[in-house]
């Protein structure tokens, strides 16, 4: 198996039309078999009023399939603190996904926002 119990991850939904909401989860795998996973974390969205990605109060339990190509799959530092995820756009004016100490993931290679 490629992903395993107890891994972090930050998961990007693929967008299939210009409107479809933009949806991003950040979580810990607690299940995984060949078909899917199952994942604690939060929710993010994008705000388009604020230009924010804004995190669901509550962890969520999402059931993700393996064998769909509507994700894209980030495995992230083990030492992650979830409950701190946040998006934010850093000097150069990036987006990146940081939980304000050691992990930082720039999701955005091709312009500010997008």
Known sequence: ???DIGEKIHIIE???FES???RHFVGVVER???AAMRVRGYVFTHDTGSSQYLR???QRIRILPLISS???VNVIDPSTEIDD???LLNEMGRLVVTDGAGFSLDI???GRMR
């Open 1 to 3: 198996m490629l992903i």
């Open 14 to 16: 693929r967008r299939l």
């Open 20 to 22: 479809d909401v933009r």
């Open 32 to 34: 995984v078999d060949a």
């Open 56 to 58: 669901s109060q509550d």
């Open 70 to 72: 509507g994700f894209i």
């Open 85 to 87: 995820v946040r998006y």
């Open 108 to 110: 955005n290679e091709f």
